[in-house]
């Protein structure tokens, strides 16, 4: 049917009279239509929302010590665990729309709590004889928090690929990690990204790339775990993959969850060709981001901004501290330009959650497992004819520390071949904890736990005299150097070179002098075996937890260093069996003074 065509006074008179009858209508009825889902009548051009960050929870669900067996405290009056930090999420949500907040986590998740360890091997997630295995209560804990994302952490791969994945499995939300990669295929073994959609009534929806980047560092210190089955690139390398990937997709807004620090450092020397923390490179070298969330470093970085040396773009970072104790908030504001938005503003800070109650419905989902667990740390294994503290364990040799020195070479003496059991047996170990005791009396496994808190197993490794003196001599600079007759002050001895406890070792099996009056590298005097001066070409077996064993905290020789022994037993489980075995904790039966400090050879205490 043909239509006849309006001349152009028709056509105004008739969209005058429609115009009038589509603005009484919204002047009557717009509430209605909108409440009713209906596009609004002028669609927004500007839109905001939000991206919160929580990273290094390490299983804290609750605010409590396993170790102590107390709620948890600190100098700084902090609070841990994710029930409080859920209800500042359920703040946010509710203060801003539950459409315009996503959640992400930067990584290490299932390890680092006695109930983490408790899921991982007492009973498993991935299940036992043919049984079910529970639920993670990470796993619980983030589903009700509704994640829409998190990073593989290193700590991830510490329980195995196969734990690893039956969490991931637990999930309502990707683990991402764009840079670990099979080992055959060096495809993707993880989602390398999610996109997410903010919807906006009336425009296009927000599309959200979030790209989830692990440490490069996991090929060392897990090697017994990911070896021939996942490598690590650079984050750098992958996120230069990646970025475009998802520009080219149509996302309104990169975001990366990074678990790597921001400073461009790495413990691990030139063991591996990527850099550690890496967070402030991929900022600054790989265009098209917006904003990241940083982890691995137990830092407290409200806000910190990149320049994109490419763009000249600014990249907004930001690293909540750890343990659940600070929630980061990154603030994003878009505009609609010719159908695409594009971010105008940002801005991050971190909230602390020590002043709000804990989740309920954490508290209802998991309280029977955290009283599962604290039922476990209290059994009693042994007990002990007196009081063993670590708070000098940084600066003396003390018996404690050589509790740990005495299980490592008990155990790796029973695996060595005839050959290699003739060498002189050293063993090194770090101070994990400076809070650590064993009381006199009962000795329960929350009192083992607390001065041996990582997971590591244990490896003999071959080194010579001088390999040895080398070892020694890196774990030094620890101290800061102090002159003779200069006053020592303990409060600033330690912790030079950012050589933190856990990354300090001293040994036992040999005796020696650590002369803080002397230069790095210069400080290690009269180290002996036996009485007998320590000769450079003299081959000793060295008892060493894995982490350290390939190549953690960069120390020489020892990665690379041959094979006595290896086993995948924890360290800490042997020394709750060789109290359970004896009976009785007695240091007459391992506490030596092996080593000191001194100013020119002058004894510091």
């Known amino acids: 049917m043909p239509v006849t065509p309006m001349n152009r006074r028709e056509f105004m008179q008739k969209s005058a009279v429609t115009g009038a009858a589509v603005a009484a209508a919204g002047a009557v009825g717009t509430g209605t239509a909108q409440a009713a889902g209906h596009k609004p009548e002028h669609p927004p051009r500007t839109w905001s929302f939000s991206i919160l960050g929580t990273t290094d929870l390490h299983s804290h669900v609750f605010d409590w010590d396993y170790y102590k067996d107390a709620a948890y405290s600190d100098k700084a009056g902090n609070s841990v665990g994710v029930a409080r930090v859920a209800t500042l999420v359920g703040q946010q949500r509710a203060a801003k729309g539950e459409g315009r907040v996503l959640l992400v986590d930067a990584g290490d998740i299932i390890q680092g709590t006695s109930l983490a360890y408790y899921y991982a091997r007492v009973d498993p997630i991935t299940g036992t004889g043919g049984r079910r295995g ?5 796993a619980v ?3 009700h ?3 829409d994302a998190a990073a593989l952490g290193n700590h991830e791969f510490n329980y195995g690929i196969d734990v690893l994945r039956k969490f991931e499995g637990q999930c309502h939300f990707p683990l991402l990690g764009a840079n670990a990669l099979d080992a055959k295929t060096l495809r993707p073994a993880f989602r390398p990204y999610t996109v997410k959609r903010i919807r906006v009534p009336g425009a296009p929806d927000i599309k959200v790339g979030i790209l989830g980047l692990t440490n490069p560092g996991i090929a060392l210190w897990d090697k017994d775990n990911v070896s021939g089955r996942m490598v690590f690139p650079g984050l750098v390398e992958q996120a230069r993959k990646y970025v475009p990937r998802l520009r080219a997709l149509g996302c309104d807004v990169v975001f990366l969850t990074d678990h790597s620090g921001l400073d461009g450092s790495s413990s691990y020397g030139d063991e591996l060709p990527y850099v550690e923390n890496a967070s402030n490179l991929v900022a600054e070298q790989v265009p098209g981001i ?7 470093t137990h830092v407290e970085v409200p806000s910190y901004t ?10 907004l970072l930001s690293e909540p501290y750890c343990w659940g104790m600070r929630l980061t908030v990154f603030d994003f504001e878009l505009e609609l330009h010719h159908g695409q938005w594009r971010v105008t503003g940002k801005k991050a800070q971190t909230l602390d959650p020590k002043d709000v109650e804990e989740d309920p419905e954490i508290t209802r989902l998991l309280k029977a497992d955290h009283d599962l667990v604290v039922k476990y740390v209290n059994t009693p294994v042994g007990t002990c004819t007196a009081d063993l503290s670590a708070a000098e364990s940084c600066w003396k040799d003390v018996p404690i520390m050589d509790f740990i020195h005495q299980v490592q070479m008990t155990a790796v003496a029973t695996g060595l071949s005839t050959a290699d059991a003739a060498l002189p047996l050293i063993s090194v170990a770090a101070p994990f904890s400076r809070t650590a005791d064993i009381p006199a009396g009962s000795v329960t496994i929350k009192d083992i736990a607390g001065l041996y808190i990582y997971d590591n197993t244990l490896y003999g490794k071959k080194l010579t005299g001088a390999q040895l ?10 101290y800061h150097q102090v002159p003779a007759g200069t006053k020592v002050d303990t409060a600033t001895l330690t912790n030079a070179n950012s050589f933190w406890d856990y990354m300090y070792d001293t040994a036992a099996g040999v005796d020696y002098e650590i002369d803080i009056a002397q230069p790095e ?9 036996k009485g007998a001066a320590v000769t450079d070409d003299q081959v000793c077996v060295v008892a060493v937890n894995n982490y350290r064993a390939n190549g953690g905290s960069g120390y020489p020789h020892i990665a690379s ?7 995948t037993n924890e360290i800490r489980q042997l020394m709750i069996d060789y109290v359970t075995s004896k009976g009785t904790l007695d240091p007459a039966d391992f506490a030596v003074a092996n080593w000191r400090l001194t100013q020119d050879g002058t004894p510091v205490f």
């Open 469 to 478: 003196k080398d070892y020694l001599e890196y774990a030094a600079k620890y």
């Open 141 to 143: 804990a983030m589903n």
């Open 306 to 315: 990149v320049k994109n040396e490419q763009t000249g773009q600014d990249v």
């Open 134 to 138: 529970p639920m993670h209560p990470m």
């Open 290 to 296: 917006d904003a990241i969330l940083v982890g691995h």
């Open 145 to 147: 928090m509704r994640y």
């Open 521 to 529: 590298g210069s400080r290690i005097k009269n180290l002996t075996y």
């Open 561 to 567: 260093a041959g094979i006595a022994y290896s086993s």
